[in-house]
């Protein structure tokens, strides 16, 4: 049982070590990285999800070449002077400005309808002097149907630096009813109606307000970026934000034994401290603290842990010693027990004749002797902890920015994980502190039976 109990904790130490590289997600910056609640990717073994896509990104550069944009020009534009940065749209006559450029850039795009998707760009117009210009975003289907998916107003005033984040769950209902569907239909769905090739059109439109004046246009644009969300990612999908749960699942781990581990040793600390200066001074030492053991051991301990959280604040190092602080009381009975036995004992009295203080002989003889008991009860207390963050994680009072396996749970549970039948993101995290909770209920017992010498005189 003991080898058993070692080898669950060591698989764990591995995911602990090796975390950055199972998974190169950040557990809690790494957002919007698919759709969600997003399944597993493996899903796609199923004949129903084969065709569910994972996150396509791709970044279109301002550089006006064959390989990214197609360049349709109509009334007077030229295209003249293009630099790797800047795009300039100039006039062949500066009497005769007016006219549409398009920049067209084709994709290919062969999954299944997606739930959303973003576009970001960046654009800027120089001068514009009586010139009147409007900017406007398509999307080109396989059947050559154009959506218009965002328009700028028009206006003949000099535009500073702007910055376009566009998102089709968030697209107002004026594009909707343009585009033939309700105001609650998915847009993307309406769009990627099938697989095939799709296009971005950046559309300028520009006219001379006065034609006897001079003027000329220039419209820089940085890369255009666009984003579809995939409604499949990674080992274990994704939460209700799009973070990966399979790097919160591996992170998880070592919270959760760093908090085990730290509560278990400041716990069993106090404790044995308490225990042996009780047990050996007796008297009003003893009485003061045992009362003292009493108070503590009748007080509920998940409801004071919640208000003492909540006073306090929710940080990892918070719960540690309010862990440690209310576990020892139980370990330092036992131990006081010990030390009522030992100090009787001949080699104790020896040492005593030997004019040893009594530090000397708490620290030299008695220590030793209940040490090994403090090891197996170290491993028996880590399981308690575990859990007890677990369930104040689960209750919200754990701490927000660190990724735990109550905060997993926490969310499913908050989120809609049980709505939607996320199994995947409410199982792994309940396995995870079965698992690493028996490892340590193994070890601690096995421990206690090599070291007890009651379990092995019954045996």
Do not use: C
């Not at 880590?382 to 994680?393: D, K, N, R, V």
């Amino acid at each position: 049982m003991g080898m058993v109990g070692l080898a669950i904790l060591i698989i764990f130490i591995i995911m602990v070590i090796f975390a950055p590289i199972l998974s190169p997600y950040h557990p809690i910056d790494d957002r919007f990285l698919a759709e969600g609640i997003a399944l597993p990717a493996w899903y796609r073994i199923f004949p129903q999800y084969s065709g569910y896509p994972e996150t396509m990104s791709f970044q279109v550069l301002p550089t006006v070449t064959e390989e990214n944009w197609d360049v349709r020009l109509s009334g007077s534009f030229n295209l003249d002077s293009v630099d790797p940065l800047t795009l300039g749209l100039y006039s062949r006559n500066v009497s005769d400005v007016y006219g549409i450029a398009e920049l067209v850039h084709y994709f290919d795009y062969q999954y299944d309808s997606p739930l959303s998707f973003q576009i970001h760009t960046e654009f800027q117009f120089d001068e514009m002097t009586n010139t009147e210009y409007q900017v406007e975003l398509f999307m080109l289907n396989t059947d050559h149907e154009s959506f218009l998916v965002w328009s700028s107003e028009k206006s003949t005033r000099a535009l500073s630096p702007r910055e376009l984040n566009l998102d089709s769950k968030g697209l107002p209902f004026e594009y909707k009813s343009k585009m033939g569907i309700e105001w609650y239909q998915n847009v993307a769905e309406r769009i990627f109606t099938k697989k095939g090739t799709y296009a971005i059109i950046m559309r300028v439109q520009a006219e001379k307000d006065e034609p006897s004046s001079i003027s000329s246009l220039r419209m820089s644009i940085g890369s255009l970026q666009f984003n579809v969300p995939g409604r499949v990612h990674g080992v274990l999908g994704t939460d209700h934000i799009g973070s990966d749960l399979f790097s919160q699942l591996l992170y998880g781990a070592r919270i959760s034994l760093l908090i085990g581990v730290s509560a278990a040793l400041l716990a069993v600390s106090i404790g044995l401290f308490v225990g042996l200066l009780s047990g050996y001074q007796s008297g009003l030492t003893d009485e003061v603290t045992m009362r003292m053991v009493d108070v503590l051991l009748v007080l509920p301990g998940l409801p004071l842990l919640m208000i003492l959280s909540g006073l306090f604040g929710r940080n990892i190092w918070n719960i540690v010693f309010l862990l440690g602080i209310l576990s020892w009381p139980g370990f330092a009975r036992v131990v006081r027990a010990q030390v009522l036995q030992l100090k009787t004992a001949t080699f104790v009295e020896a040492s005593r004749a030997l004019g040893s203080s009594n530090w000397h002989i708490i620290f030299r003889h008695l220590l030793g002797n209940v040490l090994p008991l403090a090891f197996a009860t170290i491993a028996l207390y880590i399981p308690g902890a575990i859990i007890t963050e677990a369930a104040l994680s689960f209750l919200a009072l754990g701490d927000p920015n660190t990724p735990s396996w109550g905060r997993m749970l926490y969310s499913a549970n908050a989120f809609g994980a049980f709505q939607h039948l996320a199994w995947w993101w409410i199982i792994p995290p309940g396995i995870a502190i079965t698992l690493i909770s028996l490892s340590f209920v193994f070890i601690g017992t096995t421990l206690n039976e090599i070291i007890n010498p009651k379990i092995r005189a019954r045996k």
